[in-house]
């Protein structure tokens, strides 16, 4: 990740949707590379009735009524999220046909420098290497550096528990990968980790693959939400927002994540130094990020760059301007 110029760019969220959004996102002069929202090959059932998301204040747990598109006005104290949002309702060939559209524009109106992106996908292991495969046959046409993020970690998907979690999850991405080989750079986003026994399964997990051959994965995208959580509603028994399962039990970002963010990011970096076979693996550090001191933070916690995504969310892409002071 040396080559992102700032080390600085979005995380894989819903603010990350749209072509316009993608767009604006490529353009900004303060990120270093753009991040796709999690595609799948065929898109995501996307309802707006059950995939919702909200900001709260930690503090009193007050909350703003906003849905997956309804507009909302912000409260200044709330700097935390909770979403039971899935993927992205476009296709990752929609998502390969919209980058085209930007890099093309871009050029003609002589913007910048090509931007690196990173497609987020998901789906089965068959599925992802079907990605990849598709990813690499269109990054060879000549665009710029293209990249895949496995995500491995979503906590809002009923009956389907994140594959990051175990190392025979993990394991059946990695070796699919490994017998595929494509020729792009790969990464997997992972969910916190609150246990060193999660750590030891990830690292071991890398290391098996190198027993075979080179390990596929160039770099670690951590963290992604923190499933399990909660933010009641106004009235009694009432929920701040809606899920599939009609809890509306979710995941949680922004800056009440942050400093399991920070856990995750150095203990995954030192773990990885201590192997020859797995120290070149970068770390994109997610989570509570939202001015110039958290992305210093995260930089000294050991991730070689730094993604946003809550704080996108509430103050907009002018958010990167901020941050970017620091890089």
Not at 129 to 151: F, P, R, Y
Request: hydrophobic fraction near 35%.
């Amino acid at each position: 990740m040396s080559f992102l110029d700032p080390p600085l760019l979005n995380s894989a969220n819903v603010w990350a949707t749209t072509e316009e959004e993608l767009e604006a996102l490529y353009r900004c002069p303060a990120t270093g590379a753009v991040t796709i929202r999690t595609s799948l090959l065929n898109g995501f059932a996307h309802d707006d009735k059950i995939h919702q998301y909200c900001f709260f204040d930690t503090d009193s747990m007050s909350y703003d009524d906003k849905s997956s598109t309804n507009s909302a006005t912000m409260n200044s104290n709330e700097t935390s999220s909770l979403n039971t949002l899935g993927y992205s309702p476009k296709s990752l060939e929609k998502y390969i046909e919209m980058i085209q559209r930007i890099e093309k524009r871009a050029l003609r109106d002589g913007v910048h420098k090509a931007k690196p992106i990173i497609f987020s996908t998901t789906g089965t292991a068959a599925e992802i290497v079907k990605c990849g495969q598709l990813l690499q046959s269109t990054a060879d046409e000549g665009h710029s550096t293209w990249m895949m993020e496995i995500n491995l970690s979503c906590p809002n998907i009923v009956d389907k528990p994140p594959p990051a979690y175990s190392m025979e999850g993990l394991l059946s991405y990695l070796t699919a990968l490994q017998s595929s080989s494509p020729d792009i750079p790969i990464g997997i986003k992972t969910p916190p980790y609150t246990y060193q026994g999660q750590f030891n399964d990830l690292i071991n997990a890398l290391l098996e693959t190198t027993s075979t051959g080179k390990c596929p994965i160039s770099f670690i995208t951590a963290t992604n939400t923190l499933g399990s959580c909660f933010v009641p509603g106004v009235s009694p028994g009432d929920k701040a927002i809606n899920s599939a399962n009609g809890e509306g039990i979710g995941g949680l970002a922004g800056a009440a994540l942050h400093p399991l963010a920070l856990g995750n990011v150095r203990t995954i970096r030192r773990m990885l130094d201590k192997h020859a076979k797995l120290k070149d693996i970068s770390i994109i550090g997610v989570g509570g990020v939202a001015d110039n001191a958290g992305f210093e933070r995260m930089r000294k916690a050991g991730a070689s760059a730094v993604a946003v995504g809550t704080a996108l969310g509430i103050h907009g892409i002018s958010v990167f301007g901020k941050i970017a002071t620091a890089c």
